[in-house]
């Protein structure tokens, strides 16, 4: 199989990942519940990951590093801690539904007033209207930080200068953009930062998290056991024990730990530079072939190409790569319906292709080819 469909997970995982996923199943116990050897494992290696993901998103504070079991999951918690009854909210139409539902939600349950930001044909965003929108009576600022769809890269550090501005928390959702390019939280002027550990990261499914802002307050999403304070009635109020009750995946941070140590290897800014490569080299060659559409601004842009072939439903040629090439690809409405809707791609979706650092030209070869067969 020729798997293109590295947007939704990444199948390709170092095999040091993998190592100590297993080797985490043979010997860990369950972090901060205890004080044998095989729950001071567990605490050790959860810490350590602390660390090294604060130190790789250039972030102050590794005990505001929350775990979640991905980055719906840290969305969630984000989302649903800053915002309170009535707050008028600031979102975009690249959203992602791990986005739009939790705020969706709170129009209804907390009488949010709700804002979106446009995109144009291309999917960019109007930067201009958020400005415009943007006011002193914003509370919070909901945005990814690259389209699962287009793969077009938002302006986080000018959404961030608007946000601050009026005195609004910016939460990005950094699900397409971590491991996949350099992010620098404090640079670029985030408050929250969500991610997951399965996609440009190479880690196992189940892990991700968030980092939070020194000073930032995010109420408890859930309550439960935290190994600390079991007198307490309600959850601990510090981090990371305010926003993780229960038991950590600790297996999986392993793996995510592990995933860390490998990009740092290769270097993150290697392994964007050869993404773009493919990518620049997938677009220029399939954009020749009459009768395909791609959809996105390409002069800012991750590895992700997302087209149409004349007017052929997207489900059915998502289809026939896989059916007859073995080639494997993300039909549909990609949990981005606004998006969908700005691009006029409401009811035919798009095929999306979408490149990891493991991918080969040889295999975009042969993707090349056979959109060339379906579309003549």
């Known amino acids: ?7 939704a997970t990444t199948l390709k995982k170092p095999d040091q990942v993998i190592d100590a996923v297993v080797n985490a199943m043979r010997t860990q116990g369950n972090a901060s519940r205890g004080a044998h050897n095989a ?61 739009l539902r939790p705020l969706y939600h709170l129009q209804k349950t907390k009488n949010i007033d709700l804002q979106f930001v446009n995109a144009d044909l291309s999917g960019v965003l109007d930067l201009n209207q958020f400005e415009r929108i943007c006011d002193n009576k914003t509370k919070v600022v909901v945005v ?4 699962n769809l287009t793969g077009n890269v938002n302006d986080i550090k000018t959404i961030s200068k608007i946000a601050h501005n009026v005195g609004a928390i910016l939460i990005v959702d950094g699900s397409q953009s971590a491991g996949t390019m350099l992010v620098d939280v404090k640079d670029l002027g985030i408050d929250i930062y969500c991610f997951t550990g399965h996609k440009g990261l190479f880690g196992p499914q189940g892990t991700g998290g968030l980092l939070v802002k020194e000073g930032v307050e995010v109420e408890a999403f859930k309550r439960g056991g935290s190994g600390v304070k079991t007198y307490e009635e309600d959850q601990p109020n510090e981090y990371p024990t ?15 730990s592990a995933a860390i140590d490998f990009i740092n290897e290769i270097g993150v800014e290697n392994i964007h530079k050869k993404e773009r490569e493919l990518t620049e080299y997938f677009y220029n060659e399939v954009i020749k072939i009459e009768g395909i559409k791609i959809y996105g601004d390409f002069s800012s842009h991750a590895a992700i190409v997302s087209l149409n072939v004349k007017d052929y439903d997207s489900g059915e040629v998502s289809d026939a790569l896989s059916n007859d090439y073995g080639i494997a690809t993300r039909p549909g409405a990609h949990c981005a319906p606004r998006l969908h809707i700005a691009l006029g791609t409401k009811y035919q979706g798009a095929v999306r292709f979408s490149f990891s650092y493991f991918t080969t030209k040889e295999e975009l070869d042969a993707a090349i080819n056979a959109l060339k067969v379906i579309a003549s």
């Open 39 to 99: 729950t001071l494992s567990a605490s050790r290696v959860v810490y350590d990951a602390r660390v090294k993901i604060a130190k790789f998103f250039n972030f102050d504070t590794p005990s505001n590093v929350i775990f979640a079991c991905n980055s719906t999951e840290a969305l969630n918690i984000a989302i649903n801690g800053t915002i309170k009854e009535g707050d008028k909210v600031i979102s975009t139409d690249t959203e992602h539904n791990s986005v």
């Open 144 to 147: 990814n930080h690259i389209s």
């Open 242 to 256: 305010r926003l993780e009750a229960g038991t950590l995946n600790s297996h999986g941070i392993a793996g995510l």
């Open 1 to 7: 199989m020729i798997y293109l469909d590295n947007a």
